[in-house]
């Protein structure tokens, strides 16, 4: 489930309009403990340093989302909350990680499906080693991130078995294995179907995937599917 598009809104630029109750410099700008509400009817209360937010402070949008948490430079930087209109929130523990308006660092974000990613951010994507939960199924992805997709070494975890493999753009690609939880493993090779297909039958005109011998139709995933080698390897470990 996609993070981005929940924050297409940014912070009014403070400027000299609106209101304005709070502590001042000897220059007349705002500086100390405040409160504004601004032209486009945000509100923000909080710390502000040489004319801008700058410290701890709470930022109201009009549209109902809120951030709690700390400023620099008007931006949002340091650690904080976010809650989004659509009931979604990004944190860690009590507080997310930002660096100039994005989320950057460790964080965690609650979607509003009941989905959960803790993990690693970067220039407000899923970036680095990362936790995905999906609420629906209980199943969980734990491993690398790329720029919002999964990618890398990674592990996909079933209520009774396990994927262990690589991914690519958010889908298993090569070698992996399956384990699942009797004590067996199914190891096999995930490559896009559209280079499995067999050429048209002339004469029948129909086209043929291949079978897993032995295990009936292949697994397949998002236009995936998982083969075995030549030789099945099916390995039993009971303990």
């Given at each position: 489930?996609?993070?981005?598009?929940?924050?297409?809104?940014?912070?009014?630029a403070e400027n000299d309009l609106g209101e304005y109750e709070g502590e001042r410099n000897?220059?007349?700008?705002?500086?100390?403990?405040?409160?504004?509400?601004?032209?486009?009817?945000?509100?923000?209360?909080?710390?502000?340093?040489n004319g801008v937010r700058n410290g701890r402070g709470t930022y109201r949008f009009k549209n109902g989302a809120r951030y709690i948490g700390d400023f620099f430079d008007n931006k949002k930087h340091g650690q904080g909350v976010f809650m989004y209109?659509?009931?979604?929130?990004?944190?860690?523990?009590?507080k997310g990680e930002w660096?100039?308006?994005?989320?950057?660092?460790?964080?965690v974000y609650y979607y509003v499906n009941g989905d959960t990613y803790t993990g690693e951010w970067l220039n407000h994507y899923r970036h680095g080693q990362g936790t995905y939960l999906y609420a629906e199924t209980?199943?969980?992805?734990?491993?690398?991130?790329?720029?919002?997709?999964?990618e890398g070494a990674a592990e996909l975890i079933h209520l009774?078995?396990?994927y262990q493999g690589k991914?690519?753009?958010?889908?298993?690609?090569?070698?992996?294995?399956?384990?699942?939880?009797?004590?067996?493993?199914?190891?096999?090779e995930y490559t896009h179907l559209d280079q499995l297909i067999q050429p048209k039958d002339k004469r029948k005109g129909?086209?043929?995937?291949?079978?897993?011998?032995?295990?009936?139709?292949?697994?397949?995933?998002?236009?995936?599917?998982?083969?075995?080698?030549?030789?099945?390897?099916?390995?039993f470990g009971f303990e």
């Open positions: 489930m996609s993070d981005l598009g929940s924050e297409e809104f940014e912070e009014e000897a220059a007349g700008e705002r500086h100390g403990h405040g409160r504004a509400r601004l032209p486009n009817g945000d509100t923000y209360e909080g710390e502000y340093a209109p659509d009931g979604s929130k990004y944190e860690e523990g009590l660096v100039g308006d994005q989320r950057h660092g460790n964080g209980g199943s969980k992805y734990v491993g690398g991130w790329v720029n919002g997709q999964q009774n078995h396990r991914f690519v753009n958010g889908n298993p690609a090569g070698r992996g294995k399956y384990v699942f939880d009797i004590g067996c493993e199914q190891h096999g129909s086209k043929k995937l291949p079978s897993v011998p032995g295990y009936g139709n292949p697994q397949t995933t998002k236009g995936f599917i998982f083969m075995e080698p030549n030789v099945t390897e099916v390995l």
